[in-house]
């Protein structure tokens, strides 16, 4: 930060507000020697943050709050934050900026002049183009080499200019008459004509560069080192100061502020001229300003510059820093107090103590007998009006009507950190080595003990008496303490460690200020923040001196801060940027702040002493916030494709003065149940949305400070899938439902159908058991009525046969019944165990061609294949008197083939047709659907082929 060290400052501002009457009234060209005016810093954007060059030829602001400029070749658009390229028209020497009342971007130069309205460039004028404005009524005023032209709601209309010389500087007065220069030549355009201005011999100067027009109907006109002003209908010559080395300013650029200031820039800084004062805005050495070529004011009115060495904003000062009159190697302040009168008086480092004067600066304090230079670590007005001083190896002093004396310097308390005068009027002496207390008897400090009675010995950094009269002491390391009774007690809940401050709020809370943060007797603020210094305001905020700024928290959310345990978002920093020039001194002592009766705060530093006025430090913009979402279609609808699996919204907020403070809440209403937690992040991303429509919210503000008013949205409908749309759910729901009712009645069907199988599978086997074991019991029960009568031999062997005949036949039924036996190759080994068993006086072969392991036998093939195989087995051991029978069963392509042979007496098909066992055969065939073939001659034997369907889908293997 600059500041105002020179001696004759006092007395230039004295006369500029001396002459401030007067100048008003009248202009009196008055140059001064250059002063240096400390209420401004510089914020500067470079290469370094993004800039694309250091060249910035113009700037301009539109209407929803970006910072557009021509850096180099390129075109960038600025939120505070982030440097955005942005395409131009065409390649060209492009001069200027300007933006119109819509939010269009105008762009001029050799081209021509091009305007910008949110998705394409346009052409307004093809001519090169020096000069552009647009007015509040929509009009827009261009001029070129020799034409000025205007375009309003009733058309365009062009002016040439009466005289061939070029137009070389342009501007417009608060009576909207455009001033245009032309070598030496002044002309003003009245709407329909142009009048040369007639300028006196002081003011002919060669060659006018630039002109610019003031609020009050002020008009300057400039050449590369003269100036001249037309005030109240006269010219001027405004003489222009030299630099130090004797050498004009060379004047590169003009703006007329409206409260009335002419900034002037040149090629090495940068001056702010008011009723004919030349003060110079910053020293080289501290912040130069090198080559402005631009110059203009934001909505807030701070003044922006476009120079040979990047973008920059002037900012005002909102802290004051007060530094000695003559420089010293260290201008730390180590104590600070205030008299009744609101006098500040500071101790400086190693330099002793000083005053404030009103001029800005410090000067040694006027009293006798202190030495040259002393370390003063605690200051404290006394109820008599007498200064007490506490120092660093040099004990107790007090100062009374101009002389100085030295009270005490006992070892124990010759490095004093802490001084304070209790209500009954007592003097209280914090130091290295313990706490005591002033005998103003003796001249001398007594001992204050601890619990136990011993002289307390650690470090002793602050005190505070609250308003019940309790003395509460802040030591090092070993926390908070409470004086009662001239006794040093230690309290439970007490703060631990090291107290650096402290301080009781206006609700009686007391905080200390240790170097692990804020800290109060009922809770702990966690942090990084270093706290050395509190202090409370009367605009119902506490400022916080922390390791490198001042903290300003609102004194409302302790109680909130106190139940999450961290240190709040609703706080704001003043650095550098707000004019701290350095860090707030942490020495360990407990007087480096102090507030004067008229609310203002003074802060010691580590450079000079820090003063805040808190009525005039700004308040969070929250009105003037605005959230630009960022590629919104012109609808304000988005429309998201199928398949989208991240949407991301991009915003920001034009913000200048802390961008790194603005915080963002967003909430995508149909999704979120509430808006998130406020973040620095610039964007929201949103995964695997359902499809449907929502709308989507984002607000900012300022460090936890107010939401901005109105809140940015869009539309947002996220389109389905063919297969997520109403009309495909609902076919897929009939054809659904279709499908399971045709299943539902296809297994219905066929559980009926299974149920009529068991029902005819049921008839079957009583049938069976009706013909076979029904007339088997019936014979036995008619040989057992002959054998009563004859009692024969014969007819037991007959009863016996049947019966063996009836249970083998049972014996058939329980086989083929049983599930176990489900297989061909079950089937078959079956059969072998009846061949061998009906012939026993025959030899017999049984083979199998093909593989039945895995094949199944249904129990319908079970249960007609068996009688068959029997009865032609009972045929051939009762008829044939075969000595050899050959049986073959093969399996092929889902069909089994059984063929038996013998070697009897063979037969005679037509004269057995009519029997009863090959009628059953036949049936027993046509029931499972295959084919039966008996083939015989008498005397050359007989051979029966049958072929039956096995299961569809089941194939064999076939051996040849």
Known sequence: MSTWRSKGGAWLAGLALLLTPVLAKEFLPLTIPSGLVEDYSVCRWSMEDGLPDNEVRAFCFTSDGFLWCLAGERLV??????????????????????????????????????????????????????WLHTATNDAVWAATAHTLWIRDQHGEKSFPLPVPESIQAVTLDAARQVWLATGAQLWRFTGSEFRTEVLPDDCSLTNFTHLAAGRDGTVWAAASDALCCKRQGHWARVPVPADAEGRHLELTSLYAADDGVLWVGTERTLYRMRYGLWPEVLQHEQSPIRAVRCLGTASDGRLWMGTGNGLLQLRRRYIRTYLTTEP??????????????????????????????????????????????????????????????????????RCRDGQA?????????????????????????????????????????????????????????????????????????????????????????????????????????????????????????????????????NTGHFWVGARHDLLRVPVQPLDVWRKVQAMPDELRRFGNNEGLSAAPSASGTGHLTAKTPDGRLWFATQQGLAMVDPWKTPEWPAEN??????????????????????????????????????????????????????????????????????????????????WSRTETGVMVIVAPFFWQMWWWRSAVFIAGAGVAVLIALGLYRWRIRRRLQIEQLRLRIARDLHDEIGANL??????????????????????????????????????????????????LQRMRDIAADLLPASTHEFTVTGEPAHVPAPLELRRNILPIFKEALHNIGKHAHARHVAIAVTVKSNRLLLSIHDDGIGLNPAATTHGHGLRNMQHRTKELGGQLHITSQPGHGTTLGLELPLQPGITGKVET
């Open 778 to 827: 019936g014979g036995i029960a008619l040989l057992l009525g002959a054998a009563e009568q004859s009692q024969g031999a014969e007819v037991l062997q007959r009863i016996r046969a049947i019966t063996l005949q009836s249970i083998a036949t049972l014996q058939d039924l329980v086989w083929m019944i049983d599930p176990v036996h489900d297989s061909l190759a079950d089937l």
């Open 405 to 537: 004396e030295q009270i005490s310097a006992t070892p124990a308390a010759v490095n004093i950190n802490v001084l304070l005068e209790d209500h009954r009027g007592r003097l209280l002496v914090g130091a290295d080595r313990g706490l005591f207390v002033l005998d103003e008897r003796r001249h001398a400090l007594v001992d204050v003990p601890d619990a136990e009675g011993h002289a307390y010995r650690h470090r002793v950094n602050t005190l505070l008496e609250n308003h019940t009269g309790q003395l509460w002491v802040g030591t090092q390391n070993n926390g908070l303490l409470l004086h009662t009774t001239n006794t040093l007690w230690r309290q439970r809940p007490a703060v631990a460690g090291t107290i650096l401050a402290l301080h009781e709020d206006g609700a009686h809370e007391l905080w200390a200020g240790t170097p692990d943060g804020l800290k109060s007797t009922n809770g702990t603020l966690a942090g990084d923040e270093y706290v050395s210094q509190i202090l409370e305001d």
């Open 328 to 397: 010293l190697r260290n201008e730390t302040i180590t104590a600070l107090a205030v008299d009744a009168a609101g006098n500040v008086v500071a101790g400086v480092a190693d330099a002793g103590l000083y005053q404030v004067r009103p001029a800005g600066d410090l000067v040694p304090w006027p009293q006798q007998g202190l030495p040259d230079r002393l370390w003063i670590a605690a200051l404290t007005f006394g109820s008599d009006g007498a200064l007490w001083l506490g120092t660093r190896g040099d004990g107790l002093w």
């Open 77 to 130: 658009c600025f939120d505070g934050v982030t440097f955005v390229p942005h395409e131009m028209p065409k390649a060209a020497s492009w001069q200027g900026l300007a933006a119109d009342r819509t939010g269009g971007l105008w762009l001029y130069g050799e081209r021509g002049a091009y305007r910008w309205s949110g998705t394409k460039w346009t052409a307004a004028l093809h001519d090169p183009v020096r």
């Open 625 to 706: 916030l605005r959230v630009v979402l960022q590629a919104v279609p012109v609808d304000r609808v988005l429309r998201v494709p199928p398949g989208t699996r991240n949407v991301t919204f991009r915003f920001t907020a034009p913000y200048f003065d802390e961008p790194e403070a603005v915080r963002f809440s967003w909430k995508l209403r149909g999704f979120d149940a509430d808006f998130t937690e406020p973040t620095a992040e610039r964007k929201a991303i949103y995964a695997q949305l359902p499809p449907g429509s929502y709308h989507f919210g984002v607000r900012a503000g300022v460090n936890g400070g107010p």
